[in-house]
């Protein structure tokens, strides 16, 4: 063994390597089968809970492995299982989407698995190289998921606008990496935090500072950084819609955590009011310009706008509380996320696209569940109790009341309330209006299993929430635990 | 300052030199005679085809997209090989997992038929 | 005599050269061309630094950025050429099936 590196470095992260193992399984499979067999929807959910076993042993560790390069906490633990239910309802609610649309599954599932992993080294990384491999190996994934529909335009159109914007947001980010290497002399975010104490006017390094917030506002769709968002959910196909907007997000958002909180904790009077500023206008701009969607991908692109903007409420307030709070927001609007884009896969038939606000009309008189739970998701999304996403945003601008921004928590509630007007649209269009538009749609065995538990979640959560509290707290004080960032709060 | 630059200076001085006696001499000294043979781009080898300024298939960006991806992996095996005398067996391992990693890839480039010429 | 200030001032042109690029071509190809040269700048102020604080770390980073872009090269053309073959056209201004 050459000094260090040691066999626990490899014990610490066999999560990843069981999911890059079984990646590697799922290709050699993938191309020993014929074309098109289901057994390999099998495989991947296989795969997906080998990895989620294997996160067992390591509910209570806290360690920094490879030498700094990844951190094996709570909040990455947290974040894992988060990516990995993401996935599995993911490729739940991919088979029929990817039947109906005659594509293959092989590549399709081992790229999900991809970015899968891609989130998880995001979400561990206390290291500006590994952060950037993590957000590139989900980053290329998604550039081909997005592009998955060959033949249809708008898929190709979605894949081309996503790339160029990736690509470019990247390139900006690492710029901005790039100084902050020369200014501290590391890439460990943890180091980085002791070296910068007493260098905030270093101009070079609010430069750096600007540089890493436009880029990781790419990545999150926060204004004014949002406009691939609304065409690329649109044109992409709807499950990788669905995982882009919570797996890619939530990954970003700890991604961002880690740089800032962990990295850069003594420039936070700069990123804090850059923050701000972008939190309120993300919400605003989110939820106006989907006030006018008649598509629903489109819209519920806008509302996930919108939704960064409140997260980023979190971000701002910077206490334990406001970023355990973000943690559980995250979690739950994964879960009414994906349910909601799992009611529009179901809406896919051979003969209606099913993304337009009207092929909703009359759900109710055909799909009685499949409405109710999207009622509970747009209830949820809207924050209306009992469900989930209440409790969500009563914790979310608790905590920014709680550390002093009560301004920034009206605005929050304020635009909660415009946003009711487009969520309880899609509910009109479902349960009042009789005229149906094409061939019945269908609840397949998968699909029914992904609804049921993104209801049940969002019900369950909205009613005893204290389920989610301790784990999000104590995931949320492993954040940053090194000195100066405690120092700080 | 200027001094680090003499040599170059006289490397230059000697090349171009050089280049413009062997020009003239042979000039001078050469017999006069002309064939075909001597007009072809090579004077062995594989007889030119085609015109080499010719366009050839589209087929080709994808053999030459694969080649870019596996090629530029080797950016990774040289620092390996710069310090593998330290690394020994561990470094073996490894190299050979990420290679293995990389023989996955080609592999189902191969079964799908990446590699075909259809 | 050439300091890593000056490495770092050619990487700011790079960089701003590529962002122009970025955001006044209309050429799909040639915007992946000014970004690819944003990495490459990143890749100069990398290796400058590197040279400067006598540290191996961003040198090890500029071979990650590398294997990277190439990948991303690799998929992006991909997706250029899929979009390529259904629209006949590389222009950013045909890109218009989405919008608002």
Excluded at chain 1, 64 to 92: C, H, N, P, R, Y
Excluded at chain 1, 433 to 461: D, H, N, R
Aim: aromatic letters at 12%; proline letters at 4%; hydrophobic letters at 55%.
């Amino acid at each position: 063994m050459p000094p260090g590196i040691s066999l626990s470095d490899f014990y610490y992260i066999l999560p990843e390597i069981v999911l890059t193992a079984g990646a590697l399984v799922l290709l050699v499979v993938d191309a020993r089968l014929p074309r098109g067999s289901r057994a390999l929807t099998w495989v991947t959910m296989a795969v997906l809970l080998a990895t989620a076993v294997s996160l067992v042993p390591f509910r209570n560790t806290d360690v920094e492995v490879s030498q700094g390069l990844l951190a094996v906490d709570q909040f990455a633990l947290f974040f894992k299982v988060v990516f990995l239910v993401a996935a599995a309802m993911t490729v739940l609610m991919s088979e029929r989407y990817l039947q109906v649309e005659g594509a293959s599954f092989g590549e399709y599932y081992f790229l999900i698995l991809c970015s899968t992993l891609g989130m998880m080294i995001m979400a561990g990384s206390i290291d500006l190289i590994s952060a950037f491999v993590g957000l590139e190996t989900m980053a290329v994934s998604f550039y081909i998921l997005a592009g998955f529909i060959k033949p249809n335009q708008r898929s190709n159109e979605a894949a081309v606008k996503y790339f160029l914007l990736g690509a470019f947001s990247l390139g900006i980010l690492l710029y901005g990496m790039s100084i902050l290497y020369g200014v501290s002399g590391t890439t460990n975010l943890r180091t980085m935090a002791t070296v910068f104490v007493g260098h905030e006017r270093n101009p070079l390094l609010v430069l750096a500072v600007i540089l890493v917030v436009a880029g990781m506002e790419f990545k999150i769709a926060a204004v004014p950084f949002h406009m691939w968002a609304p065409d690329v959910y649109e044109g992409a196909p709807t499950p990788v819609t669905a995982f882009l907007s919570v797996g890619s997000k939530a990954a970003s958002f700890a991604m961002l955590l880690r740089i800032f909180v962990e990295g850069l904790p003594s420039m936070d009077a700069d990123w804090r009011l850059l923050f701000e500023m972008l939190a309120i206008v993300t919400m605003t701009v989110g939820n106006v310009a989907a006030l006018t969607q008649s598509n629903l991908k489109r819209m519920l692109a806008y509302s996930s706008i919108a939704h960064a903007g409140y997260l980023l409420i979190g971000v701002v307030a910077g206490t334990p509380r406001g970023i355990s709070a973000m943690l559980i927001y995250l979690l739950i609007y994964s879960f009414m996320q994906l349910g909601a884009f799992a009611v529009i896969v179901m809406m896919r038939r051979k003969d209606v696209v099913g993304d337009e606000l009207k092929d909703l009309s009359g759900l109710y008189h055909r799909q009685p569940f499949a409405a109710f739970a999207m009622l509970v998701f747009m209830l949820s999304l809207g924050g209306i109790p009992p469900t989930a996403g209440f409790m969500g945003k009563l914790w979310l601008f608790g905590a920014a009341i709680d550390a002093g921004y009560v301004w920034l928590a009206v605005i929050g509630v304020l635009n909660s309330a415009v946003s009711l007007y487009y969520y309880l649209r899609i509910v009109v269009f479902m349960y009042l209006k009789k005229e149906t538009i094409g061939s019945e749609p269908t609840l397949s065995p998968a699909l029914t299993l992904t609804l049921g538990v993104a209801v049940a979640a969002t019900l369950v959560l909205g009613v005893y929430p204290g389920l989610l509290f301790d784990l999000a707290e104590a995931s949320a004080r492993t954040l940053g635990a090194s000195g100066v960032t405690a120092a700080i709060r | 300052m200027i001094s680090a630059y003499i040599p170059i200076a006289i490397f230059v001085v000697v090349a171009t030199g050089f280049a413009i006696f062997t020009l003239v001499f042979t000039s001078l000294i050469h017999p006069e005679k002309y064939n075909k043979v001597k007009l072809e781009p090579y004077e062995c080898g594989i007889e030119p085809a085609t015109d080499a300024r010719d366009r050839y298939s589209i087929r080709y960006y994808l053999i030459a997209m694969l080649f870019v991806i596996f090629d530029v992996e080797t950016v990774f095996m040289f620092p390996w090989a710069v310090i593998f005398d330290q690394l020994l067996l561990f470094g073996l391992i490894e190299m050979m997992v990420f290679i293995f990693i990389l023989v996955v890839g080609y592999y189902y480039a191969w079964q799908k038929g990446a590699l075909e010429w259809v | 005599m050439i300091t890593p200030t000056h490495y770092m001032l050619l990487s700011a042109a790079l960089f701003i050269i590529g962002v122009i690029g970025v955001m006044v071509r209309r050429n799909i190809i040639i915007i992946f061309m000014s970004i690819e040269l944003i990495l490459n700048a990143v890749n100069i102020n990398l290796i400058a630094y590197s040279y400067q604080l006598q540290d191996v770390i961003g040198q090890v980073f500029a071979v990650f950025v590398i294997a990277v872009a190439a990948a991303e090269a690799a998929v992006g053309l991909g997706i250029i050429l899929a979009f390529y073959r259904n629209k006949e056209t590389v222009n950013i201004d045909e890109m218009n099936l989405m919008r608002w």
